[in-house]
């Protein structure tokens, strides 16, 4: 108690009151601190402030410092201009990204993507650094990595061919497998921090989110649960802030189920579900991301993909049809844009109303689909 920088009075009554640390205060509500310390009010309002100042691990960021970092203008390419357009240029360089879906939806696809493109130089959307990838739950895909690098320029047409295989794409992807929370705790404090400082990536992806959260915790321990999701969230945030490096979590998803109470019919059910625009996962899905609530507020941006009931080809290649869609973010609407997963990568895929759409922001400067 004696580092606050408070009035020696203030302090000499906490002693006598035996709250030993900047903690034990916080714990008392204002009221009782003033009961039991014979403080007034003021000097109670002071002595709060500094105790949290204290505990406080890192110093705020302004909403302006956010708002002209977002306004910037460097993004990181997704690699394919259908995407980049849905996201206006590619993933936000300050803050946390979350990607959720089904499994097979494409989620680590476009983590893997995002990987490679984050090597390129900054003239063709990359960060002109390397990645590191955080596996929680399966193994890294490193055969579907060497195959992306491979058909590399397939899918950057819009990249020399020079350039692409001047890079060493598997050098500069950094692997690390964590079991459980506090292996993530250590990665994350440690490892990465040192891989940031040296300007070894720019990229960091944990894949997937909600594995550890889940197999840790019971129902019971929902308390413990929120404690530790707040700590991650706090370190990811930081790393972001602090590197001006994009975030991306890849997260699992929830079904749910509507309960109705009283005689509804289905129209008035399809009403209510439609009528949820504040919803914090797609109107045309039947399941939400998981960890709920208190994870949804600590992530900035929220994507989701998911598989359509339809097949596409090209060439000798066939793909089930995805849709990836924009939940929340502070830049975008929201929206959506349809996908494909081929040998080269994930690019999307254009429908007609959205063809003519693009050819009349094309007048404007933009680029043809991918």
Not at 5 to 24: M, Q, T, Y
Not at 158 to 182: N, T
Not at 208 to 220: D, K
Request: aromatic fraction near 6%; hydrophobic fraction near 40%; glycine fraction near 8%.
């Amino acid at each position: 108690m004696d580092q606050l920088e408070l009035n020696p009075r203030i302090i000499a009554a906490v002693s006598r009151a035996h709250l030993k640390s900047a903690r034990e205060v916080l714990c008392v509500s204002g009221s009782d601190l003033q009961r039991v310390t014979g403080l007034s009010s003021s000097d109670v309002q002071q002595l709060l402030i500094a105790a949290a100042t204290s505990c406080r691990r890192h110093h705020p960021i302004a909403a302006l410092v956010l708002h002209r970092k977002f306004d910037a203008g460097l993004r990181l390419s997704v690699g394919c201009p259908v995407l980049n357009q849905l996201l206006r240029g590619g993933l936000l360089v300050g803050g946390v990204t979350e990607l959720s879906g089904e499994s097979g939806a494409g989620k680590t696809q476009l983590a893997l993507q995002l990987c490679l493109s984050v090597q390129y130089p900054t003239q063709y959307g990359g960060l002109h650094s390397g990645a590191v990838y955080i596996c929680t739950e399966d193994s890294f895909p490193i055969k579907r990595l060497q195959q992306l690098i491979t058909d590399q320029s397939l899918l950057r047409s819009d990249v020399p061919p020079s350039l692409i295989s001047s890079l060493q794409f598997s050098d500069r992807i950094y692997i690390e497998h964590v079991a459980d929370l506090d292996s993530l705790q250590v990665c994350l404090s440690r490892r990465v921090p040192l891989l940031l400082t040296r300007g070894l990536v720019r990229l960091l992806v944990v894949d997937s989110l909600a594995a550890l959260f889940r197999s840790e915790f019971q129902a019971a321990d929902w308390l413990e649960r929120s404690k530790q999701l707040l700590t991650f969230s706090s370190t990811l945030h930081h790393l972001s802030s602090r590197f001006t490096t994009p975030v991306l979590c890849i997260n699992q998803v929830s079904s749910f189920f509507l309960t109705v109470v009283g005689s509804f019919s289905c129209a008035d059910v399809t009403d209510f579900l439609s009528s949820s625009d504040d919803s914090l996962g797609p109107l045309s899905s039947s399941v939400s991301p998981a960890l709920g609530l208190l994870w949804a507020n600590q992530v900035m941006v929220r994507l989701m993909m998911r598989r359509l009931q339809v097949t596409v080809a090209q060439g000798d290649q066939s793909s089930v049809l995805r849709r990836l869609e924009v939940v929340f973010a502070p830049h975008l609407a929201r929206s959506g844009r349809d996908a494909a997963v081929w040998r080269e990568g994930v690019r999307g895929v254009m429908r007609e109303v959205e063809m003519s759409q693009w050819r009349g922001s094309e007048e404007g400067g933009g680029g043809g689909p991918h």
